[in-house]
């Protein structure tokens, strides 16, 4: 358990510039006190103590902000940066390395049994406020972009970006003009669209406008 915490200590300070010591990881990071809280729930549900593997974890939920179901699978040098609002539903799989960010939701669509929430292969970075939902497959060193909605597999070495995401890079290199910064607002889109066909609308009236003051003349 020990060289497990300094793993998970050497990971914050590795990946978060704002990590000054492991004193100061150790005692007010929240994303590790959640890690640290789960491994205990884990341990109680996996061995019958379904009640108390719940009250753990809602504790957490209180000091943290931070929700993981006891029965989910979180892997080694896990990091979750900041993570108020985290929710990692019951089935989820987390592999090594991994990276989660606040406001993430690793959940369910509510159309599913058994194996309903997705599965995370290694080294994948989870967006500020991103949605990975259904048993569905991130394989590894996938990036997910802030803020995108995930409904279906994606493949290793990709980034994904987008409502719903799509798959914008593989293994570096573009494969979709979409991009986390150019998303298409398909309200302004519309907006504009509606700006158009009133100024064309305009246009005839002022021409009917126009033709009714020539023939009074």
């Known amino acids: 358990m020990f060289d497990k915490l300094k793993s998970d200590i050497a990971a914050v300070r590795a990946r978060d510039p704002a990590a000054r010591s492991s004193i100061e990881i ?36 209180r000091r943290t902000g931070i929700e993981i179901h006891p029965d989910a699978q979180i892997g080694d040098r896990v990091f979750i940066d900041h993570g108020t609002g985290v929710v990692i539903g019951e ?8 990276t ?13 049994k058994g ?28 990036r997910i972009a802030a803020g995108a909605v995930v409904l279906t ?19 570096g290199e573009r494969v979709s003009d979409l991009d986390q910064i150019h998303i298409p607002d398909p309200v302004s889109q519309e907006l ?20 009714v003051s020539s023939e009074r003349k």
Request: net charge positive.
């Open 26 to 61: 150790y005692f007010l990071y929240n994303g590790l006190k959640a890690i640290r809280s789960h491994r205990r729930a884990n341990w109680c549900s996996r061995h019958g103590m379904k009640f108390l593997a719940r009250w753990i974890s809602q504790r957490c939920v």
């Open 91 to 98: 089935t989820t799989i987390v592999g090594d390395d991994c």
């Open 100 to 112: 989660i960010y606040q406001g993430a939701t690793l959940g369910g669509t509510g159309k599913d």
């Open 115 to 142: 194996k309903r929430h997705p599965t995370l292969g290694k080294n994948v970075m989870v967006g500020a406020g991103a949605k990975v939902l259904g048993p569905i497959n991130i394989g590894d060193n996938v």
């Open 153 to 171: 597999d994606i493949p290793d070495n990709s980034t994904a970006v987008g409502v719903p995401a799509r798959v914008v890079r593989i293994n």
């Open 192 to 211: 504009c669209r509606l700006s158009g066909q009133i100024e064309q609308l305009q246009k005839q009236l002022d021409d009917v406008k126009k033709a």
